[in-house]
């Protein structure tokens, strides 16, 4: 079975600091990973996917994951972060495409200035 | 971009009553669309799979009774909460995956339901 560990509930950085949310995965073939951002009122959205190839994904908004089959991890780093990238974050795990993604329960991510 | 948008973007109901709620994809066409449940501090997780013009695929666990979906266009699939009990609050939230070269999925705004 497929699952998603986000060890990180809740996370608390200063703007302009580096970040890095913790995603583990459990998975019998090759996983499909991806990272959603959830803000409230707004619809989950895509920062970035691995799918195969390059290990060193990058995303929109400045973000970028490393997939370590060894660690069986994919987390998600920006090297300086935003107020505005208050809000909660998903790791999920899937098949080929987007069937039957798994997710991760999530981090909540605080910025104080 | 794509966009999936849902209606009501939340609702309250009485103990007993039937809701209804809508997954649209506003300018691409979905064959197939994905509703997920959401608690409070947890992660979604994936009731059933909306197939437009076949039935709906139920996971584990999931009465498909209780949660009706019907998937009657290729923008439209609906969830219907039958009979709905304060158990049944929670937030509810619909997808699309895309197709072709640039294959991805869009998540719709998400529908708070709350049983009185």
């Known amino acids: 079975a497929q699952s998603v560990t986000q060890p990180d509930i809740h996370i608390t950085v200063s703007e302009g600091a580096s970040l890095e949310l913790r995603c583990n995965y459990s998975y019998g073939a090759t996983p499909y990973l991806f990272w959603y951002v959830q803000s409230p009122g707004q619809g989950l959205q895509l920062l970035l996917k691995?799918?195969?190839?390059?290990?060193l994904v990058q995303g929109i908004k400045g973000f970028e994951a490393e997939f370590k089959r060894s660690q069986s991890s994919f987390n998600l780093r920006k090297p300086s972060v935003h107020w505005s990238d208050a809000a909660e974050y998903f790791c999920?795990?899937?098949?080929?495409?987007?069937?039957?993604?798994?997710f991760g329960t999530g981090t909540k991510l605080q910025v104080i200035p | 971009g794509a966009v999936v948008s849902q209606h009501p973007s939340w609702v309250i109901c009485k103990s007993g009553t039937s809701v209804k709620i809508e997954c649209r994809s506003l300018?691409?066409?979905?064959?197939?669309m994905f509703w997920y449940r959401q608690f409070p501090k947890q992660s979604l997780m994936l009731m059933a799979t909306?197939?437009?013009?076949?039935?709906?695929?139920?996971e584990q666990g999931v009465e498909k009774d209780k949660f009706l979906i019907n998937h009657a266009s290729l923008t439209l699939s609906t969830l219907t909460v039958t009979s709905a009990h304060p158990e049944d609050s929670s937030f509810y939230i619909c997808s699309a995956p895309t197709t072709g070269h640039k294959e991805t999925q869009y998540f719709g705004p998400g529908t708070r339901l709350l049983v009185l």
């Open positions: 691995y799918f195969s190839g390059d290990t």
């Open positions: 999920a795990v899937g098949p080929k495409g987007y069937q039957k993604v798994t």
């Open positions: 909306s197939n437009e013009g076949s039935k709906a695929t139920y």
């Open positions: 300018d691409f066409q979905a064959t197939t």
